[in-house]
């Protein structure tokens, strides 16, 4: 048996490659076969991590397995979806036992948060890169698109926002903090909270949603284009988190919230009649803006004064040109 | 807009991302939807190519685009499923046009050919690699897995073998051949036929099923232990092709038949009942062996003496240990 059997033989003994609802068959076929109960669509969503561009060269390899697996299932989150089930295409420059004993370690975990188990992938030689392909279930016509925002609506988030942003400059070692500012931006950063609850509870409620991961005005954008309106974005409503700002100073902090990444809490629209119930049951909605008649994306200050940056761009662990 | 965002837009106009059953949304929003017809399950396989490992570094990007779903396409036929969708995570070193180009041509060739869409994907910055993961559909239950082989049934395959390990050889520069025998193995090699017709027609017939990647005895051994059985595969009645022929000696094109891989055919347990009726509708289907009593893989000559090779493992392109 090759080295590459033995570790494919280790993830299905895996904790996350056991158990799971909607798996009629893990690990060991030519396929897996998830059953979905009649009325639900599947969702789908892919992702590829790539060493040296997406995360560091040397990185603890727990934290790189929780965080692979926690930005995949955030696209879940994104659809309204019931997390389901995922598959994992590894690609290894070497075979270490310690480092795949924690990377798995920690996917076990994130997929123990996010009930997602693991059915199938593949495992090859070559540069250390992951492809996560993550499967949820949602009823047939409710899952939350980018298009169905409407004038009149408001522009929410999850939670604060620019946490992703102010954690990358430590994880590149641009800045240095100490710990009870940095520990909790290192712990946003490697061990994100998708939002897959929030979004089940949006199902039905907002007519646009996504996560935020390429920055807020960015993303922002693709709402405002598959939707056909114009968002417009408060710039003092801005939610920003306490390290955050010990961290940054406050122009610093709005400029991580509205040009940062990897965020990865959800941005909606809501017709202003689901607010109350959100808010009374206890959800960490924070209206930041409204949705306009127009085209694009635009922040304003507190007088209404477009104040949008002309870039808008975020970078990434290092950036795709 | 960046070039990475330049190259999503340009594989969501691609012919291949455009209609095909059961897809409810495709490329361009955080998931996919696929809507599966009641009772139906949705089978999943993914699988890396990597340059340099699973394929040379310099070569045709028409030929990769066609060869990499082909092989992909190969594991929904192995399960009897009908073929859907499928995802592609693309990474790439540099970003060239031309190249983008053919080997999308070469994609959506054979999308087409395979009634596969492309729902989904992620291109990123890196050493070039290829992460497909495909879907398909099969009534529940009548999936085709590795376990269900039985004593006393028949032993088949969908085709000529060997013809994947012969062509390797010319891949590598290892022999040349004059274009006669060499285009239809080359042809074999870079555009493999995932018999997906046949693995559908083989639902309710075939006791045990998977398509032959890693060489005949070793895929062989994944049914035999799967479904607790021995499989008994008779040497002389290994389906052999003229160019195989032509391109080796006898001995050297049963030992490709036996222990090469690449062939991308389905080997399959049958009860001797149907054999008769899928011959009737034409199905190319090769009575190679039986399954008996015990476990693992034997190789018999014509009077029944094993001649099991010691070493059963196939090198592909470059092997992994």
Redesign the interface.
């Known amino acids: 048996m090759?080295?590459?059997e033995l570790i494919r033989n280790y993830f299905a003994a895996a904790p996350c490659a056991q158990g799971g609802e909607g798996v009629?068959?893990g690990i060991?076929?030519?396929?897996?076969?998830?059953?979905?109960p009649?009325g639900e669509?599947?969702?789908?969503?892919?992702?590829?991590?790539?060493?040296?561009?997406?995360f560091p060269d040397v990185c603890d390899p727990f934290l790189l397995g929780q965080r692979a697996l926690a930005v995949s299932a955030s696209?879940?989150a994104?659809?309204g979806?019931r997390p389901v089930a995922f598959?994992?295409?590894l690609?290894l420059s070497q075979v270490d036992a310690e480092w795949l004993k924690a990377f798995t370690q920690g996917l076990n975990r994130m997929a123990q948060e996010c009930s997602l188990r693991l059915?199938?992938?593949?495992t090859?030689?070559?540069?250390l890169?992951l492809?996560l392909?993550v499967?949820?279930a949602?009823p047939?016509g409710q899952?939350l698109?980018?298009?169905g925002a409407r004038e009149g609506d408001l522009l929410c988030v999850g939670g604060a926002l620019g946490d992703g942003a102010g954690a990358l400059s430590l994880v590149l070692n641009q800045r240095i903090a100490e710990p009870s500012v940095a520990e909790p931006l290192l712990a946003r950063y490697w061990s994100p909270q998708p939002q897959l609850a929030l979004g089940q509870a949006l199902r039905g409620k907002a007519t646009a949603?996504?996560?935020i991961s390429d920055g807020l005005l960015a993303d922002c954008g693709h709402i405002a284009q598959?939707s056909g309106v114009r968002l417009v974005v408060e710039h003092e409503r801005l939610p920003l988190s306490e390290p955050l700002l010990k961290l940054l100073d406050l122009p610093s902090a709005r400029q991580a919230a509205v040009s940062g990444g990897d965020d990865y809490v959800l941005a909606f629209t809501l017709p202003p009649e689901h607010l109350a119930g959100l808010l009374d049951t206890g959800w960490p909605v924070q209206v930041i803006g409204r949705v306009a008649h127009g085209s694009g994306v635009a922040l304003v200050d507190a007088d209404g004064q477009d104040i949008t940056p002309s870039s808008r761009?975020y970078q990434h662990f290092r950036s795709?040109?």
Chains 1, 2 share one sequence.
């Not at 060991?28 to 979905?36: N, P, R, V």
């Not at 090859?124 to 540069?127: E, L, N, S």
């Open positions: 090759g080295e590459f009629a068959l060991g076929d030519d396929c897996a076969l998830l059953a979905l009649p669509q599947l969702a789908i969503s892919t992702d590829t991590l790539v060493a040296g561009v997406h696209d879940l994104a659809m979806a598959t994992l295409a690609t059915v199938g992938g593949d090859t030689r070559g540069p890169s492809t392909t499967f949820g949602v047939a899952a698109t980018r298009s949603a996504l996560d598959a761009g795709e040109p």
